[in-house]
């Protein structure tokens, strides 16, 4: 049972019979038992017991596989002992998750009740109580492998760790009467921040009176602090023992806020008590009521505010002043009257009286002034309007109680004010009371909060409903919902997410949503689903159409995770944000959104329907290694500190000067309806400065300021790039959200890439890495001085240099025809050649400006690409292929080329429809892969070395993707991993066989080539039945082959006949793989998207991995049979749900749910994890198939297990379940008649 520890005899015999206490359970997941060495366990156990003795708790029980410990204290610098038990797991967690061989482990953490007993039976303690019961129960429970698991009672226990991101568990766990319970993944960082964010929030003392005291004002500063500036103010507090670093942490007002209350505004004030430093804030609020003819009272309220840029926010406030230090409130609450409405002290005297008042003084220590306590003295008063119709009273709308307005001060702050006389009793002064009355009972101080933020608070509360006041325990909290939306595509086959960069607003702009995804709050009422939607409407300005064809949504990716601030709008005021997080994968044909390349681009929105102000925000693409691979270093500490690279302020990215932009002729007088041929009309090329960038763009004393100043003046369409100038004004728009500005940068650093890989025998491999000195065009280093770039950036940059294969630049250019090999390694060039490479990269990108798109011309086509007359091509690289094709006399730089020259130039702008990253991992079969490509070349369109321009054109257009050429070629240098990188550049030379082979054996030999080229050796490249499964899946793996090529060889050869049939359909009609002679006829195809990050997610589980994918497959299969007539055709089959889950994290399935493929189309199919309970509504069995991967784990040959052949629920369902070792599979014979409605049951 229990095994004794290494705990002290000492320190067991310090414990009493029963204590309150922290208790922690581990547990090891079944299949790491099952794996697991004597070497990695004995780390685990040493790891912790050294993590135990950081944070300074016990172990009281222990197995080989599991652990129980125990916190009576809690550790120096964590608050309470469940903070320190929860961190505790945290870094068991991330040491589990960080082995080379991750270790599945459960933790559960639980306070409660501790009590023993000495076993009759061995010299040792028995533990039980509620503390260790149900930390194990949790443990084993848990929803994940590697999180610490825990109930909210205990979540609501911390205190340092209370403002971590933790993740809701939505399934209650069994036997508790909580709805839900709350994980924490391993790599949350837990900073030193939130600690201190999260001290001294305790009220100290409330005191209420009925009376009003004398409040003497003996002992204030004010006559030191009057007329400091701010230095001397910080200086002041420095000396009186407050740590003025505090300041402008969490929840806390910056210095100079605090100093424009004290010194500026007046608000408080601060006196010296007992030789400590007190701030005091008064403030009087003021009920102003009066009857009508009807008997009814009226209270007057400020409705709302009309800001100078038009600006209007509801306000449904009473009056409210501050007392000033040394002034009574009436002398406040009569200059209030006065500055407001004109209403003069004599006025006041014979027309108001006071009816009632109520006095409050409340001392705290503040979260919004750390250091000091603070006193809050609040009077409640209410004044009766003893006659509506004394004169001087129609200042304030009496006695007719209609609306007024009345104006501020003229400046940037102006605001025209409305006030009403609003009902007492009614919806607006009673919500604003209520709430006032409830702030104040849970001891928040409404005098903290910031100028109308009550008021904000109502709004949001009561009238928006977008969020709701919630008592915990006997804390009020604030909770609001979000949905955050991560935007994920593939660009050049590595996964990318859409981030917001910066926004602009009103001339300003704001950085703080970097690397922020789309969210939105949720309104009362609303889903999840439903905010998704809207926010991507008007984040991203789509429709629900475009949103249905360009997005699926990921379910599977669902996650709701809690968060906790303390909002300094609203001091002393707990705000829970729930997060609901959800990706949406974007379509592989998308081609807006900044995409196929991943550029950056921005979204227009106007703020408000009552102003016209417009609001940008830009938005890019990151890789999402770069947002979510980053993990704190594992170190055993008690709390992570951030990692920063360096702090020195970095120069801005560098920009040439672009030309003025072309002036745009009237319709009236454009001959050709083609508005880039008007614009270029009398522009023609430089040929003799065009012709000597090609011709001198090798030689050492061309430098690259020559270059750029030939290519400007040579090639007249750059000065499309900048926009045309309308008669409207407007900055011209671009297909890709980008400035014209951007493109026409974009353009220039693509001819300075092509200009740099031309010279990789000399300088140009520094500058392509480095870029180039701005006044002397050098080269630059990681010594330059200027600009200054961040140490990690200069890393990167001379990393790239020294690493990067540059003899695979060159054999692309050397396929196109540019650089010719000589004798002695030297290199020559083909100037003609060349020459074509400068003008399309000057040409190629000038269609994103979306006023030179051309419309379909009747007179020279029916249809073009899919655009039919009338129609505009609306795709950029359509739209130049048009113009190219129907008008080439409109670009001089094009049209002056050869006539061999203008086919190659062509020959780029045909749609290929070719994926890389489907190649490279050998993802697609040749069909999907090559097929347009194929037919393109076919046409007689291109010999090899067009292909191999094509290429070319390719890296330089994605190398000076970035809007900053001389900073050198960032896209690839900073912002595109190397191993892809070479992967292409390797692939190259075999795509450029299309022209003479066919589409299977072009990807047969790139297989193979693969095989033979892998490090260390794989031996001789397999023939017969599944060598095309064994080449394909050693690619798959990448770094894992050996794993998954002995898992192959020892699958049961049921599953290893699947994968061999499916992976060796190639989805071409009458052709099939030379060195395979598996019965692959028939079709379709299909490509398993995602199939390689499947397989490298579970390189621990090579055989459990290979079974998910053969039974993917197979249950493809049986949604579509394979036919001959079909052998053409391939199937795209997402498996996004299960790529980054383990195969056990797979089997992980709440009662209910299964793993389904469903067919969505046609030509496509999804796995999704469905529940038969509460998503019976979604379930078609005609086109869905339960994938049955419960056998994963039992995939060898020579062991026993059950494969399912697919059939319908209904007349034979076998389901699986791993809970009784002693039931293996239940087999349902007919359709239940429960109640639940389902034709079935688990």
Request: aromatic letters at 8%.
């Given at each position: 049972?229990?095994?004794?520890?290494?705990?002290?005899?000492?320190?067991?015999?310090?414990?009493?019979?029963?204590?309150?206490?922290?208790?922690?359970?581990?547990?090891?997941?079944?299949?790491?038992?099952t794996r697991i060495g004597s070497k990695q366990l004995r780390a685990l156990h040493?790891?912790?017991?050294?993590?135990?003795?950081?944070?300074?708790?016990?172990?009281?029980?222990?197995?080989?596989?599991?652990?129980?410990?125990?916190?009576?204290?809690?550790?120096?610098?964590?608050?309470?002992?469940?903070?320190?038990?929860?961190?505790?797991?945290?870094?068991?967690?991330?040491?589990?998750?960080?082995?080379?061989?991750?270790?599945?482990?459960?933790?559960?953490?639980?306070?409660?009740?501790?009590?023993?007993?000495?076993?009759?039976?061995?010299?040792?303690?028995?533990?039980?109580?509620?503390?260790?019961?149900?930390?194990?129960?949790?443990?084993?429970?848990?929803?994940?492998?590697?999180?610490?698991?825990?109930?909210?009672?205990?979540?609501?226990?911390?205190?340092?760790?209370?403002?971590?991101?933790?993740?809701?568990?939505?399934?209650?766990?069994?036997?508790?009467?909580?709805?839900?319970?709350?994980?924490?993944?391993?790599?949350?960082?837990?900073?030193?921040?939130?600690?201190?964010?999260?001290?001294?929030?305790?009220?100290?003392?409330?005191?209420?009176?009925?009376?009003?005291?004398?409040?003497?004002?003996?002992?204030?500063?004010?006559?030191?602090?009057?007329?400091?500036?701010?230095?001397?103010?910080?200086?002041?507090?420095?000396?009186?023992?407050?740590?003025?670093?505090?300041?402008?942490?969490?929840?806390?007002?910056?210095?100079?806020?605090?100093?424009?209350?004290?010194?500026?505004?007046?608000?408080?004030?601060?006196?010296?008590?007992?030789?400590?430093?007190?701030?005091?804030?008064?403030?009087?609020?003021?009920?102003?009521?009066?009857?009508?003819?009807?008997?009814?009272?009226?209270?007057?309220?400020?409705?709302?505010?009309?800001?100078?840029?038009?600006?209007?926010?509801?306000?449904?406030?009473?009056?409210?002043?501050?007392?000033?230090?040394?002034?009574?409130?009436?002398?406040?609450?009569?200059?209030?009257?006065?500055?407001?409405?004109?209403?003069?002290?004599?006025?006041?005297?014979?027309?108001?009286?006071?009816?009632?008042?109520?006095?409050?003084?409340?001392?705290?220590?503040?979260?919004?002034?750390?250091?000091?306590?603070?006193?809050?003295?609040?009077?409640?008063?209410?004044?009766?309007?003893?006659?509506?119709?004394?004169?001087?009273?129609?200042?304030?709308?009496?006695?007719?109680?209609?609306?007024?307005?009345?104006?501020?001060?003229?400046?940037?702050?102006?605001?025209?004010?409305?006030?009403?006389?609003?009902?007492?009793?009614?919806?607006?002064?009673?919500?604003?009371?209520?709430?006032?009355?409830?702030?104040?009972?849970?001891?928040?101080?409404?005098?903290?909060?910031?100028?109308?933020?009550?008021?904000?608070?109502?709004?949001?509360?009561?009238?928006?409903?977008?969020?709701?006041?919630?008592?915990?325990?006997?804390?009020?909290?604030?909770?609001?919902?979000?949905?955050?939306?991560?935007?994920?595509?593939?660009?050049?086959?590595?996964?990318?997410?859409?981030?917001?960069?910066?926004?602009?607003?009103?001339?300003?702009?704001?950085?703080?949503?970097?690397?922020?995804?789309?969210?939105?709050?949720?309104?009362?009422?609303?889903?999840?689903?439903?905010?998704?939607?809207?926010?991507?409407?008007?984040?991203?300005?789509?429709?629900?159409?475009?949103?249905?064809?360009?997005?699926?949504?990921?379910?599977?990716?669902?996650?709701?995770?809690?968060?906790?601030?303390?909002?300094?709008?609203?001091?002393?005021?707990?705000?829970?944000?729930?997060?609901?997080?959800?990706?949406?994968?974007?379509?592989?044909?998308?081609?807006?959104?900044?995409?196929?390349?991943?550029?950056?681009?921005?979204?227009?929105?106007?703020?408000?329907?009552?102003?016209?102000?417009?609001?940008?925000?830009?938005?890019?693409?990151?890789?999402?290694?770069?947002?979510?691979?980053?993990?704190?270093?594992?170190?055993?500490?008690?709390?992570?500190?951030?990692?920063?690279?360096?702090?020195?302020?970095?120069?801005?990215?560098?920009?040439?000067?672009?030309?003025?932009?072309?002036?745009?002729?009237?319709?009236?007088?454009?001959?050709?309806?083609?508005?880039?041929?008007?614009?270029?009309?009398?522009?023609?090329?430089?040929?003799?400065?065009?012709?000597?960038?090609?011709?001198?763009?090798?030689?050492?004393?061309?430098?690259?300021?020559?270059?750029?100043?030939?290519?400007?003046?040579?090639?007249?369409?750059?000065?499309?790039y900048v926009g045309v100038a309308g008669e409207d004004g407007k900055a011209p728009?671009?297909?890709?959200?980008?400035?014209?500005?951007?493109?026409?940068?974009?353009?220039?650093?693509?001819?300075?890439?092509?200009?740099?890989?031309?010279?990789?025998?000399?300088?140009?491999?520094?500058?392509?890495?480095?870029?180039?000195?701005?006044?002397?065009?050098?080269?630059?280093?990681?010594?330059?001085?200027?600009?200054?770039?961040?140490?990690?950036?200069?890393?990167?940059?001379?990393?790239?240099?020294?690493?990067?294969?540059?003899?695979?630049?060159?054999?692309?250019?050397?396929?196109?025809?540019?650089?010719?090999?000589?004798?002695?390694?030297?290199?020559?060039?083909?100037?003609?050649?060349?020459?074509?490479?400068?003008?399309?990269?000057?040409?190629?990108?000038?269609?994103?400006?979306?006023?030179?798109?051309?419309?379909?011309?009747?007179?020279?086509?029916?249809?073009?690409?899919?655009?039919?007359?009338?129609?505009?091509?609306?795709?950029?690289?359509?739209?130049?292929?048009?113009?190219?094709?129907?008008?080439?006399?409109?670009?001089?730089?094009?049209?002056?080329?050869?006539?061999?020259?203008?086919?190659?130039?062509?020959?780029?702008?045909?749609?290929?429809?070719?994926?890389?990253?489907?190649?490279?991992?050998?993802?697609?079969?040749?069909?999907?892969?090559?097929?347009?490509?194929?037919?393109?070349?076919?046409?007689?369109?291109?010999?090899?070395?067009?292909?191999?321009?094509?290429?070319?054109?390719?890296?330089?257009?994605?190398?000076?993707?970035?809007?900053?050429?001389?900073?050198?070629?960032?896209?690839?240098?900073?912002?595109?991993?190397?191993?892809?990188?070479?992967?292409?550049?390797l692939s190259f030379p075999f795509v450029q066989h299309l022209s003479t082979k066919?589409?299977?054996?072009?990807?047969?030999?790139?297989?193979?080539?693969?095989?033979?080229?892998?490090?260390?050796?794989?031996?001789?490249?397999?023939?017969?039945?599944?060598?095309?499964?064994?080449?394909?899946?050693?690619?798959?793996?990448?770094?894992?082959?050996?794993?998954?090529?002995?898992?192959?060889?020892?699958?049961?050869?049921?599953?290893?006949?699947?994968?061999?049939?499916?992976?060796?359909?190639?989805?071409?009609?009458?052709?099939?793989?030379?060195?395979?002679?598996?019965?692959?006829?028939?079709?379709?195809?299909?490509?398993?998207?995602?199939?390689?990050?499947?397989?490298?997610?579970?390189?621990?589980?090579?055989?459990?991995?290979?079974?998910?994918?053969?039974?993917?497959?197979?249950?493809?299969?049986?949604?579509?049979?394979?036919?001959?007539?079909?052998?053409?055709?391939?199937?795209?089959?997402?498996?996004?749900?299960?790529?980054?889950?383990?195969?056990?994290?797979?089997?992980?399935?709440?009662?209910?749910?299964?793993?389904?493929?469903?067919?969505?189309?046609?030509?496509?199919?999804?796995?999704?994890?469905?529940?038969?309970?509460?998503?019976?509504?979604?379930?078609?069995?005609?086109?869905?198939?339960?994938?049955?991967?419960?056998?994963?784990?039992?995939?060898?040959?020579?062991?026993?297990?059950?494969?399912?052949?697919?059939?319908?629920?209904?007349?034979?369902?076998?389901?699986?379940?791993?809970?009784?070792?002693?039931?293996?599979?239940?087999?349902?014979?007919?359709?239940?008649?429960?109640?639940?409605?389902?034709?079935?049951?688990?």
């Amino acid at each position: 049972m229990m095994q004794s520890t290494t705990t002290s005899m000492e320190s067991v015999k310090s414990l009493q019979q029963q204590e309150r206490a922290c208790c922690l359970a581990w547990s090891l997941t079944r299949a790491t038992q099952t794996r697991i060495g004597s070497k990695q366990l004995r780390a685990l156990h040493d790891e912790v017991r050294s993590c135990a003795e950081l944070v300074g708790v016990d172990t009281i029980e222990v197995g080989a596989t599991h652990g129980l410990l125990i916190c009576r204290r809690a550790a120096k610098g964590l608050a309470t002992t469940v903070d320190t038990m929860v961190r505790l797991g945290q870094l068991i967690c991330r040491w589990a998750s960080s082995e080379e061989t991750e270790v599945g482990i459960r933790v559960g953490v639980h306070k409660g009740d501790v009590q023993w007993i000495d076993l009759p039976t061995a010299q040792i303690r028995g533990y039980f109580g509620s503390a260790v019961s149900m930390s194990k129960h949790l443990a084993d429970i848990s929803p994940k492998d590697s999180v610490v698991h825990i109930l909210p009672s205990t979540k609501q226990a911390l205190r340092v760790l209370e403002k971590v991101r933790f993740n809701v568990s939505t399934h209650s766990p069994v036997g508790t009467h909580f709805g839900s319970s709350y994980y924490l993944e391993p790599w949350v960082e837990a900073t030193v921040e939130e600690v201190e964010e999260s001290a001294h929030r305790e009220t100290i003392v409330v005191r209420a009176f009925t009376t009003l005291p004398l409040l003497p004002k003996d002992g204030t500063l004010w006559s030191k602090v009057a007329g400091m500036s701010v230095p001397e103010f910080a200086q002041f507090l420095n000396y009186a023992g407050i740590d003025i670093e505090q300041f402008n942490r969490g929840a806390a007002k910056s210095l100079a806020s605090f100093y424009r209350e004290i010194v500026v505004d007046k608000r408080s004030y601060l006196l010296e008590k007992s030789g400590q430093l007190e701030r005091r804030m008064e403030l009087v609020r003021l009920d102003l009521v009066a009857k009508d003819s009807q008997g009814n009272d009226h209270c007057l309220m400020l409705a709302s505010e009309t800001h100078e840029n038009g600006k209007v926010r509801s306000r449904n406030q009473k009056l409210a002043a501050v007392v000033p230090e040394g002034t009574s409130w009436q002398e406040a609450a009569k200059y209030k009257f006065f500055v407001s409405f004109g209403l003069s002290e004599d006025l006041q005297s014979s027309a108001f009286s006071v009816e009632a008042q109520d006095f409050k003084e409340e001392t705290t220590n503040s979260a919004s002034v750390p250091g000091m306590p603070s006193t809050y003295l609040t009077h409640e008063i209410r004044m009766r309007v003893l006659d509506p119709s004394s004169a001087g009273l129609q200042k304030i709308g009496l006695p007719d109680f209609s609306d007024f307005d009345t104006v501020s001060e003229p400046g940037p702050d102006s605001q025209t004010q409305n006030w009403r006389w609003a009902k007492v009793g009614g919806a607006s002064t009673n919500n604003t009371d209520s709430l006032f009355k409830l702030l104040c009972d849970h001891n928040i101080n409404v005098a903290e909060f910031e100028h109308g933020a009550l008021h904000d608070l109502v709004e949001e509360v009561y009238e928006a409903k977008v969020s709701t006041l919630m008592l915990r325990g006997k804390e009020l909290q604030r909770h609001l919902q979000i949905v955050k939306v991560w935007v994920l595509a593939d660009i050049l086959s590595v996964p990318h997410l859409l981030v917001q960069s910066s926004k602009l607003y009103r001339g300003k702009k704001d950085l703080s949503v970097k690397d922020r995804p789309i969210s939105m709050r949720l309104s009362h009422g609303q889903s999840w689903q439903q905010a998704l939607t809207m926010a991507l409407q008007q984040r991203l300005g789509l429709d629900a159409k475009r949103i249905a064809d360009l997005m699926e949504v990921d379910e599977s990716s669902y996650c709701l995770c809690e968060e906790v601030e303390y909002s300094r709008t609203y001091p002393g005021l707990k705000t829970v944000y729930r997060i609901h997080e959800i990706t949406c994968r974007l379509s592989s044909t998308a081609t807006n959104l900044g995409l196929p390349d991943g550029q950056e681009f921005g979204v227009a929105r106007r703020q408000s329907s009552k102003t016209d102000d417009i609001a940008m925000t830009y938005f890019s693409w990151k890789p999402k290694k770069e947002l979510f691979g980053r993990q704190v270093r594992f170190t055993k500490s008690l709390l992570d500190v951030l990692y920063t690279s360096d702090t020195k302020e970095v120069d801005p990215k560098r920009k040439l000067p672009a030309p003025a932009p072309l002036i745009s002729p009237a319709k009236s007088i454009m001959s050709s309806g083609l508005l880039v041929q008007e614009l270029m009309k009398g522009k023609k090329t430089d040929w003799n400065r065009a012709r000597n960038a090609a011709k001198r763009i090798r030689d050492k004393d061309y430098d690259c300021k020559q270059f750029f100043e030939d290519c400007v003046a040579a090639f007249p369409e750059l000065a499309l790039y900048v926009g045309v100038a309308g008669e409207d004004g407007k900055a011209p728009v671009t297909s890709s959200g980008r400035s014209a500005d951007d493109e026409y940068q974009r353009s220039i650093g693509a001819l300075f890439a092509v200009y740099w890989l031309m010279r990789l025998d000399g300088d140009g491999g520094q500058s392509f890495s480095f870029g180039v000195d701005t006044s002397s065009w050098a080269p630059l280093s990681a010594n330059s001085r200027t600009p200054t770039r961040s140490s990690d950036e200069q890393a990167r940059r001379g990393a790239f240099l020294e690493q990067v294969k540059w003899p695979l630049f060159e054999e692309v250019l050397v396929s196109a025809g540019m650089l010719i090999p000589g004798t002695n390694g030297t290199k020559g060039h083909d100037e003609e050649r060349t020459l074509a490479m400068l003008v399309l990269t000057a040409i190629h990108d000038i269609m994103k400006i979306e006023q030179l798109l051309p419309t379909v011309s009747s007179a020279k086509t029916r249809e073009f690409c899919g655009y039919r007359a009338g129609e505009v091509i609306s795709d950029h690289d359509v739209a130049l292929g048009y113009v190219l094709e129907h008008a080439p006399d409109a670009l001089p730089s094009y049209s002056g080329l050869p006539a061999k020259q203008r086919d190659s130039v062509k020959f780029t702008q045909c749609n290929m429809e070719y994926n890389m990253g489907w190649l490279v991992q050998a993802e697609a079969p040749p069909g999907a892969l090559f097929r347009k490509f194929k037919a393109i070349i076919s046409a007689g369109k291109a010999d090899p070395k067009d292909v191999a321009f094509y290429f070319t054109h390719w890296l330089t257009d994605l190398a000076g993707a970035e809007p900053c050429p001389q900073e050198g070629c960032e896209k690839f240098v900073l912002k595109f991993p190397q191993k892809v990188l070479s992967s292409f550049l390797l692939s190259f030379p075999f795509v450029q066989h299309l022209s003479t082979k066919t589409e299977t054996q072009v990807f047969e030999d790139y297989l193979q080539w693969r095989w033979r080229a892998h490090e260390p050796a794989l031996g001789a490249a397999p023939r017969g039945e599944g060598a095309i499964a064994r080449l394909r899946l050693s690619i798959m793996a990448q770094g894992c082959h050996e794993a998954f090529l002995e898992a192959y060889e020892e699958l049961m050869p049921e599953v290893r006949q699947t994968l061999d049939i499916e992976l060796a359909r190639t989805g071409i009609s009458g052709q099939a793989y030379e060195t395979d002679s598996a019965d692959a006829q028939g079709g379709p195809a299909f490509l398993v998207y995602y199939a390689p990050a499947l397989l490298q997610r579970n390189h621990a589980d090579a055989p459990g991995s290979l079974f998910v994918l053969a039974e993917v497959l197979r249950q493809a299969r049986l949604l579509w049979a394979a036919e001959t007539g079909n052998a053409g055709e391939t199937v795209t089959i997402m498996v996004d749900a299960l790529k980054e889950l383990t195969v056990e994290g797979m089997l992980q399935l709440n009662p209910g749910e299964i793993w389904a493929l469903h067919r969505v189309s046609s030509k496509s199919a999804q796995v999704k994890k469905l529940s038969m309970l509460k998503d019976k509504d979604m379930l078609d069995w005609n086109s869905m198939r339960v994938l049955t991967l419960s056998s994963a784990d039992n995939v060898i040959a020579g062991m026993s297990s059950t494969i399912l052949q697919g059939e319908k629920p209904v007349g034979g369902l076998v389901l699986v379940t791993d809970d009784a070792p002693d039931i293996r599979e239940v087999q349902m014979l007919g359709p239940c008649t429960g109640l639940c409605g389902l034709r079935f049951c688990l």
